[in-house]
Structures are given as C-alpha cells and as structure tokens.
C-alpha cells in the first residue's frame, strides 16, 4: 500500500477522470478503474469490499426503480405518435408568425418534456418532425438547430426527469419536491427561448419566414379540435404523474409506473402499438437504464474511496476558501458544475459530484431543494457545450441527411440558448420563489 497526502490524491483521482474521459472510454468504465485502481494502491484489497457494498446500496436503492419507468414511458411515447399529433395542431396556430415553427418546436419540447423524460427521444422527435418542416420552409439552419436542441434538452430538467430521480437520492432529497421545484425553471426557459426567437425574428426577418397561407388554411374550429385532440391526452399523461405525487397520491417510483401504464395506452390509442413497438421499447429502457447503473455504481465506488482517503475534505476546503462569502463559493460550485459538462456526461457529474458538494450547500445555509435544481438548471448547458454535448451529437445523427445540417451550424445555433440558460440561472438565483414555490404547496 502506499502512503500518499490527500491533496496529491485528489489530483490523481480527478485528473485521471479527465485523461481516461478525454482519450475517448466509456464514463462508467474510467471512474471504476480510477476508483478501483487508486483503491488498490491506498487500502490493498479491502477496496473489493468496499465496491460490493457500493453496488449492492445503489442497485437496491427504492428510489432508483423510478428509473426505468420513466425510461419506458419516454419511449413508449416516442413510438405513440403523439409528437406528429402534437406538432400539426401547433402548426396551424403558429405558424403564419415569422419564427412561428421554431416557437412551435420550444412549445412542442415543453409539453413533450412533461412526459418524456429522456433527452434522446426528446432531441430525436423533434429532429424528426419539426427540422425538416423549418428547413423546407426556408428557416436558418443555426437557428432551426438551435431550437430543436434547446427544446429538446428541456426534457431533463422539467419533470418527469430522469436527471432529478438520480439526483434526489444521491443528495438525500425528496424526489417529488424536486419534480415540484423544477416546473417554473423549466417553463421560465422555454419563455426565455420563445422571447429570445421571436425578437431575432423581428430583427432578421430573413432568418425565419411565415408558413405560406394555403398551408395553414383551416376554419377555427377545426384549428382548436386539433389542439384538444393532440392536448388532452398528453395532459393526462402528465396529471397520471405529477398529479398524483403533487397530491401526496403516490410517490415518484409508483407514480412512473402510472405514467408507463398511461404511455401504453396512449400508444394503443393511436394505433401505434404492437409487439414489436413493445419489444424495442422495453430493449431500449434496458439499454438506456443499464448505461445509468454502470456510470452509477461505478461512480459510487470512486465516491467510496474518494471520501475514504480524505479527497472530499481536500475539495472542500478549496470550495470553502473562495473569496465573497458564501455567493463566492456558490458562484464557485457553479462554476466548476458548468466547466465539468464539457468533458462529462451529467450522470457521471451527478454520481461523482453531488455527494462532494452537497454538504458544501448545506454548511453555508441554502435550501437543499433550490440548491439542487439550480445544480440542475446548470447541467441543461452541459447538453449543447461540445466537446460532450449530447443535443449536438442526436441531433447530428437523427437529423434527415438531405437537410444538409452540419456541426457548425449546431453549434452556432445553441450559443444563444446557453447564454439563456445563464439568465436563467441569474433570475432563480434573485427570485429562489421561482424554485421553491411549488414544492411548499404539495400535499403531504
């Protein structure tokens, strides 16, 4: 075993994230060799122990079951149909404004992200069936990428969100606040978005021209059927899971059960439903919750020899000693939170991250809830700042070849909306009603 200072761990454990990451390995695969390999070094064998424990108290964790329901129900919906649905009824009412489409697309990624769940099938829907309409219609390629993308990344914040049922017991906090807390920061985005498209739009109007009017020439009753059509079973999706854990009905975990039944139905509704609908749907939940518990339970273990060997401590002190008092450390953990999503997947920052700075929060007196989410509300940027951006990257590759959509283009498109999501982060941090709101009416 070796004897080495905690600061000279630390930056051992950390900058060996960051290389492995870096060359190009699986997140999951990285921080277990880190963890397991310094482990070995500094405690011999009894890191294998520790490991077992670690995984055995995440993978039997009550709140992680949530997972996979919601995954299922973010798939299911995917394959229901119900995004075609929904974009024909906004179309029609949207769609005669200049940047009309692009609204349209935030709107659509708004009501699909309080279903959904699941930033792939989100940005994939989207990249689908609202690129191709802008792009024909002779929409800015930057700025039709840039709304998908930034419509698209919503799916990760408001609930039903993957990110706050990882996020919730790795803090220690209450899963169905945090559902609660991230409604108004989430629909505060998506006006910051529809503002931010609509003043281009006036100012460039070259950059997104109205849907001709023999597209969208349909009598106001029908226009209003479509949007009851499209809406109402979406609503219910939605009521099927905050409602009931808003009312103190049931928990996230039983709640995400509804939510997946309600999502079958739905699909069987639309007649989208068959065996095979089912079969890719629960392969690809499979898929996607077992990429989750590799990054997990590997992270966890790195955390368990990070924290045994003092490395917590070291952080921080470093966090803690920032100048400006405790908006200077906070301004810090943002900071270092917003560096990390460029380089890293936001489960990795979840596992690894959070359980280091959590108590940080907590010793310099700010709400657990309105911590976490604006945690939360920054890691959104962590899905459009490459290197790592995973909007980029489904985007790239869901996007139909013959629109001619390139990376650049992307990129240029999602600058805006990051930039958004700082002024975000500013009006939460001047109005923490914004978060904490909700969460104080529910329903115990």
């Known amino acids: 075993m070796i004897d080495l200072s905690p600061e000279i761990i630390t930056v051992i454990m950390l900058a060996g994230i960051l290389f492995g990451v870096l060359l190009g390995y699986h997140t999951g695969i990285v921080v277990g060799a880190v963890g397991i390999a310094v482990g070995y ?35 299911m919906l995917e394959r229901s149909g119900v995004a075609e649905t929904l974009y024909d009824a906004l179309y029609v009412w949207l769609g005669g404004l200049r940047g009309g489409l692009a609204i349209t697309t935030v709107l659509m990624g708004t009501i ?27 929409y800015s390629k930057s700025l039709a990428s840039g709304s998908v993308c930034a419509g698209g990344t919503l799916g990760i914040l408001i609930p039903p969100s993957i990110m706050l ?43 997104a021209p109205p849907v001709p009017i023999e597209e969208r020439r ?46 079958t139905l739905l699909a069987i509704v639309y007649r989208k439903f068959s065996f095979k609908t089912l079969r890719e749907t629960v392969l690809r939940t499979m898929h996607i919750t077992s990429m989750i518990m590799l990054i997990g339970v590997m992270s966890v273990a790195f955390v368990g020899v990070f924290m045994l060997a003092r490395c917590g401590n070291v952080v921080q002190d470093v966090i803690m000693s920032a100048p400006g008092g405790k908006w200077g450390v906070f301004a810090v953990i943002m900071f270092i939170v917003f560096i990390l999503g460029f380089f890293i997947e936001w489960i990795g920052i979840v596992f690894i991250i959070i359980p280091i700075v959590t108590p940080v929060g907590t010793a310099l007196g700010f709400d657990p809830v309105w911590f976490g989410m604006m945690i939360c509300v920054n890691l959104q940027m962590a899905f459009m700042t490459p290197p790592f951006a995973s909007a980029i990257f489904y985007l790239r590759g869901s996007a139909p070849k013959e629109l001619g959509i390139t990376m650049p283009d992307i990129i240029k498109g999602v600058v805006p909306f990051v930039l958004l999501i700082m002024v975000a982060l500013a009006l939460c941090t001047l109005f923490p009603q914004i978060i904490l709101w909700l969460p104080g009416q529910m329903i115990r």
């Open 41 to 75: 070094m500094l405690f011999g064998s009894t890191v294998f122990e520790l490991v077992y424990q670690r995984f055995y108290t995440i993978i039997l964790s009550y709140p992680f079951l949530a997972a996979p329901l919601f995954i299922f129900l973010g798939a």
């Open 112 to 138: 699909l992200a309080a279903c959904v769940g699941i930033i792939g099938a989100s940005v994939t829907m989207l990249s689908l069936v609202a690129l191709p309409a802008m792009i024909n219609r002779g």
């Open 165 to 207: 049922v990882i996020y919730g017991p790795m803090a220690t906090v209450s899963v169905g606040k945090l559902f609660m807390a991230a409604m108004f920061p989430g629909l505060l985005l998506s006006f910051l978005y529809c503002i931010y498209i609509a003043v281009r739009c006036l100012l460039q109007p070259q950059v």
């Open 218 to 263: 349909i009598s106001f009753l029908r226009k209003t059927l479509k949007v009851i059509i499209a809406v109402v079973p979406t609503a219910i999706i939605i009521l099927s899971v905050l409602g009931t854990i808003f009312f103190g009905l049931a928990p996230p975990t039983e709640a995400g059960a509804i939510g997946a039944f309600a999502a």
